[in-house]
Nanobody, 114 residues
């Protein structure tokens, strides 16, 4: 199974931006869809958005118009660009296939606070 390593999280003020990266241990070219997920404190992990092998994206309503997913198959990397961040975006962010079929990585923490 592919192994995934997320990075790029941090502390940011409301309205700020972050770009998360997810590097896979092997080629993601043949993976139909890659997704981003998040888990806020005390809550279940939830789906955030996905990108297909054709570059089509889909997002949950809570992040539409603010988050953008991109993939670079040559670098085995998927990105999550997050703009206009809100305190409710605070969570541990993960990537995985969509639907999630491989082992979860350690995630990267995003904290939005003034």
């Amino acid at each position: 199974q592919v192994q995934l390593v997320e990075s790029g999280g941090g502390l940011v003020q409301p309205g700020g931006s972050l770009r998360l990266s997810c590097v896979a241990s092997r080629s993601i070219f043949s993976i139909n869809a890659m997704g981003w997920y998040r888990q806020a404190p005390g809550k279940e992990r939830e789906f955030v958005g996905l990108i297909t092998s054709l570059g089509t994206t889909n997002y949950v309503d809570a992040v539409k118009e603010r988050f953008t997913i991109a993939r670079d198959n040559a670098k085995n990397t998927v990105y999550l660009q997050m703009n206009s961040l809100k305190p409710e975006d605070t969570a541990l962010y993960y990537c995985n296939t969509f639907p999630a079929k491989t082992f979860w990585g350690q995630g990267t923490q995003v904290t939005v606070s003034s």
